[in-house]
């Protein structure tokens, strides 16, 4: 086999790929040709409020045609931006104007930042890099 056929096919220009990857699925966001646009908040705009309306990290993948660490460093700057974009391991993502439970949810996340900080204090100790 030679170089040209393991290439991928190449897109045909025109042949209406911003409809069928991007406006048909997203009307509300701007699209480009190559899919989502990443304008601040887009990952927002895909989710809706309360834990019953979640969406997986492998939906969101599906929804924006982005590998999952690429969702999830969006979802990490929409955060950092002021989005309150909650997670969960049996619903998935979903927005919430409570501010009780985005507390609870940054409760959660210091916990697991101390549990992997002293994981990772364990293995230098061990490896003998540590206090």
Not at 48 to 68: I, R, W
């Amino acid at each position: 086999m030679n170089k040209a056929e393991k290439s991928r096919p190449q897109r045909q220009p025109g042949a209406g790929q911003a409809e069928t990857t991007c406006g048909a699925r997203f009307p509300h966001l701007n699209c480009t040709k190559d899919g989502v646009e990443r304008q601040p908040g887009f990952i927002g705009r895909l989710l809706s409020h309360g834990s019953e309306n979640g969406v997986t990290l492998h939906h969101l993948e599906k929804m924006t045609g982005l590998s999952g660490r690429e969702v999830r460093r969006e979802i990490e700057r929409e955060r950092r931006g002021g989005e309150l974009i909650i997670s969960d391991n049996k619903n998935g993502y979903y927005l919430t104007d409570d501010p009780a439970e985005a507390q609870r949810f940054a409760r959660s996340m210091r916990r697991r930042a101390l549990e992997i900080t002293r994981t990772a204090r364990a293995v230098e100790k061990a490896a003998g890099g540590g206090d």
